[in-house]
């Protein structure tokens, strides 16, 4: 089992920044591979971002690229999401999610390949 925390959402202006973070904790959270989802108002759950468990490999969606990072520091079982120049598109509640993998160097992006998720944490950006 792995439990996942999201935290640092919140309210700011078009080109400003934020960074999430989640807090992994559970028996195997040092083994999972992490994402970032969002989901807008009336809208699906959507892929923003992926990391392996080894840290080394990612994967955007085409629209945050550039813009957003995902890290992971795997001494504190946490993963960030760092945003810049936000837009108000980029309002949704983000969600974090973990599938576990033997692999370090794999990452997922489809909502059906993760097993853990947390509980969402909501980002409105004004324009």
């Known amino acids: 089992q792995v439990q996942l925390v999201e935290s640092g959402g919140g309210s700011v202006q078009a080109g400003d920044s934020l960074r999430l973070s989640c807090a992994a904790s559970g028996h195997s959270a040092s083994s999972a591979a992490m994402a970032w989802f969002r989901q807008a108002p009336g809208k699906d759950r959507r892929f923003v971002a992926s990391i392996s468990w080894g840290g080394d490999d990612t994967h955007y969606e085409d629209s945050v690229k550039g813009r957003f990072t995902i890290s992971r520091d795997n001494a504190k079982n946490t993963v960030y999401l760092q945003m810049n120049s936000l837009e108000p598109e980029d309002t949704a509640v983000y969600y974090c999610?973990?599938?576990?993998?033997?692999?370090?160097?794999?990452?997922?992006?489809?909502?059906?390949?993760?097993?853990?998720w947390g509980q969402g944490t909501q980002v409105t950006v004004s324009s």
């Open positions: 999610a973990a599938r576990l993998t033997e692999n370090s160097r794999y990452y997922y992006w489809q909502t059906y390949e993760h097993d853990y």
